[in-house]
């Protein structure tokens, strides 16, 4: 009994731990990068589903903006097309964008929204071409050449960036509480589809719609000092000395200018969490601990 009783009261501990969280979000809208190792371990995919319907059900309104660049190098492979990349961006040519279209907003995002209402949830799945969400142009990638005058610019093709992003269908869809799932595709003005790196559209949606936050998961603890240790209620100037220094690279970055760019743009926090840990975005969202990195414009405490 007296093991019961313990087990209990450790529960009831974080219930009232979680109850200021629960009230000071409850009407906010919380913008979700889902990917990496929480996508493919079923244990993970089902705990992020509960986690994002639980946040729902207090009051809070999350947005699911969703990768799947492994899902579709494993299309690619089986059809016999090698995947090919520039410095860590996919090169997109028309048949490739034909996949990416079909994984992104077929494959993946249905099995999202399927597994959301499964777990109770009322998930609709989107793409940046519905209800003309997401407006696209071609990204112009340019590589510097010590042996030339001019940067070298490289055609990497349907690979874009967003122009401009209008909300009108997602939030209908936020007031009639359902849980909004995007697939970063976009479409420019020629009607061509354009594939987006996820964490960008996340980025953008998150500044658009004034999010309270951004949480971006991946598949590392967190923000790392120059020692591995995970680095936590940064200010955004701290970040760019981080990158500066170098502390800061490779395939982080992309995250971390998403990250910097929304909470320059009016987003009060953005957090970079640990994918691979159970329940990540509600130990972020709701325990004073969180499982990650936080970063705002005054470098504040977590939360």
């Not at 999350?62 to 995947?83: F, M, N, T």
């Not at 209008?166 to 020629?190: C, E, H, N, R, S």
């Not at 910097?260 to 509600?282: P, T, Y």
Request: proline letters at 3%; zero cysteines.
């Amino acid at each position: 009994m007296t093991s019961e009783l313990n087990n209990a009261a450790a529960i009831a501990n974080i219930l009232t731990e979680a109850l200021p969280y629960i009230q000071r979000f409850n009407g906010k809208t919380i913008v979700i990068k889902y990917g990496g190792n929480a996508m493919v371990d079923d244990q993970l995919k089902n705990g992020f589903a509960r986690d994002v319907v639980l946040m729902k059900s207090v009051g809070m309104n999350p947005v699911v903006v969703h990768g799947g660049g492994p899902q579709i190098g494993d299309l690619l492979s089986r059809i016999g097309k090698e995947s090919k990349f520039v410095e860590g961006m996919r090169v997109t040519d028309s048949e490739t964008m034909d996949v990416v279209e079909m994984v992104l907003g077929g494959q993946v995002n249905k099995a999202i929204v399927n597994l959301i209402n499964r777990n109770g949830g009322s998930a609709v799945g989107l793409t940046g071409k519905d209800g003309n969400l997401i407006h696209a142009k071609k990204m112009i990638f340019k590589r510097a050449d010590p042996e030339m005058e001019a940067p070298e610019i490289i055609d990497i093709g349907h690979v874009g960036e967003v122009e401009s992003i209008d909300t009108a269908v997602v939030d209908v869809l936020v007031q009639g509480d359902f849980i909004p799932v995007i697939a970063p595709i976009g479409v420019g003005k020629d009607g061509q589809s354009y594939n987006i790196n996820a964490d960008l559209v996340a980025g953008k949606m998150a500044e658009v719609l004034a999010a309270e936050k951004l949480i971006m998961l991946t598949n590392a603890a967190g923000l790392l000092n120059a020692e591995g240790e995970v680095l936590t209620g940064l200010s955004t100037d701290d970040v760019d000395k981080l990158v500066d220094e170098g502390v800061i690279h490779s395939g982080m970055l992309p995250k971390i200018h998403a990250a910097l760019d929304a909470v320059n743009n009016g987003v009060k926090a953005a957090h970079i969490i640990d994918g691979r840990v159970e329940h990540a975005v509600l130990l972020e969202v709701f325990t004073d601990e969180g499982v990650g990195t936080l970063i705002d414009g005054r470098g504040a405490a977590r939360n």
